[in-house]
């Protein structure tokens, strides 16, 4: 194992929540990515975070969009989370969504979701962070997908 791989199994150590983070890109279209680096940045004023990776083939759509939403899946929602990790580009054929009024599409049935404004955007290393401004927020009560150790999980009643 080299040091890239071990670190990767070393950070897959924190427990995290599954999301998809949404955005229309240039021409309007609607793009996904599951992302489970989201993270709380300031409640006042309200902002968020995420971090692309650089190599993706989503990248322009997100450093070029002035709004996107994080949609926090619920543990029922797995198959989402592993549709919107593969590379292509016929994300949303077939996934059923709604449209915000900044034109966002949004994953229904979710545990919460967080519509927000482009903040500021970070070059870091591989990846650009990407802070949101929160604009409008909404949550449920569900049960979170989580991730663990390179898979999917639910919370142990
Ligand atoms: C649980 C999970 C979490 C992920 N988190 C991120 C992330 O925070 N940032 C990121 O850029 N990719 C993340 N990925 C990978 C992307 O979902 C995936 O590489 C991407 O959708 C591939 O398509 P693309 O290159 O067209 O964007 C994650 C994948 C999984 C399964």
């Given at each position: 194992m080299n040091d890239v791989?071990?670190?990767?199994?070393?950070?897959?150590?924190?427990?995290?929540?599954?999301?998809?983070?949404?955005?229309?890109?240039?021409?309007?279209?609607?793009?996904?990515?599951?992302?489970?680096?989201?993270s709380a940045v300031s409640l006042e004023p309200p902002l968020v975070l995420w971090n692309i990776a650089k190599v993706?083939?989503?990248?322009?759509?997100?450093?070029?969009?002035?709004?996107?939403?994080?949609?926090?899946?619920?543990?029922?929602q797995r198959n989402l989370a592993a549709h919107f990790a593969k590379s292509d580009h016929t994300r949303f054929d077939n996934v059923e969504y709604t449209t915000?009024?900044?034109?966002?599409?949004?994953?229904?049935?979710t545990l919460?979701?967080?519509?927000?404004?482009t903040h500021e955007i970070h070059d870091c290393?591989?990846?650009?962070?990407?802070?949101?401004?929160?604009?409008?927020?909404?949550?449920?009560?569900?049960?979170p997908l989580l991730f663990f150790g390179s898979a999917y999980r639910a919370i142990a009643k």
């Open positions: 791989q071990a670190l990767r199994q070393c950070l897959g150590k924190f427990a995290t929540g599954v999301t998809v983070v949404t955005c229309a890109d240039a021409n309007g279209n609607p793009n996904g990515i599951t992302a489970n680096s989201f993706s083939n989503s990248l322009d759509a997100y450093l070029s969009a002035k709004y996107f939403a994080v949609n926090v899946l619920t543990a029922d915000s009024a900044n034109g966002v599409p949004l994953l229904p049935d919460a979701t967080f519509n927000c404004r290393g591989d990846h650009y962070v990407i802070i949101g401004e929160v604009n409008s927020f909404k949550s449920a009560e569900r049960e």
